[in-house]
């Protein structure tokens, strides 16, 4: 089973900046197209941004223009460089692959205070 870490999260005013990382373990996830989610207080999770195995990059409504999803292959990592952050963007983020998803990590803590 693969296994993400999550880490990067913490507390930021509103148009600060965090960078997001996540280390997933496994050889297959060079191959695989990862994202990150979002689950906010009392809303569902969503999907913030993902990428494929070939870097092609796709954006939620409310990460595009802001946020940048990258991945190293190399080190079986994906980052998330979140810009200009709004308190809506409090939430924890996991990361996880798009399609046969394996189990939720405990994710990190992004808080933004207006």
């Known amino acids: 089973q693969v296994q993400f870490v999550e880490s990067g999260g913490g507390l930021v005013q509103s148009g600060g900046s965090l960078t997001l990382s996540c280390s997933a373990s496994?050889?297959?996830?060079?191959?695989?197209?990862v994202g990150w989610f979002r689950q906010g207080p009392g809303k569902q999770r969503e999907l913030v941004a993902s990428?494929?195995?070939?870097?092609?990059?796709n954006y939620g409504d409310p990460a595009k223009g802001r946020f940048t999803i990258s991945r190293d292959n190399a080190k079986n990592t994906v980052s998330l460089q979140m810009n200009n952050l709004k308190p809506e963007d409090t939430a924890i983020y996991h990361c996880?692959?798009?399609?046969?998803?394996?189990?939720w990590g405990q994710g990190t803590q992004v808080t933004v205070s207006s």
């Open positions: 996880n692959y798009i399609l046969e998803q394996s189990s």
């Open positions: 496994g050889r297959f996830f060079r191959v695989r197209t």
């Open positions: 990428i494929t195995s070939g870097g092609a990059l």
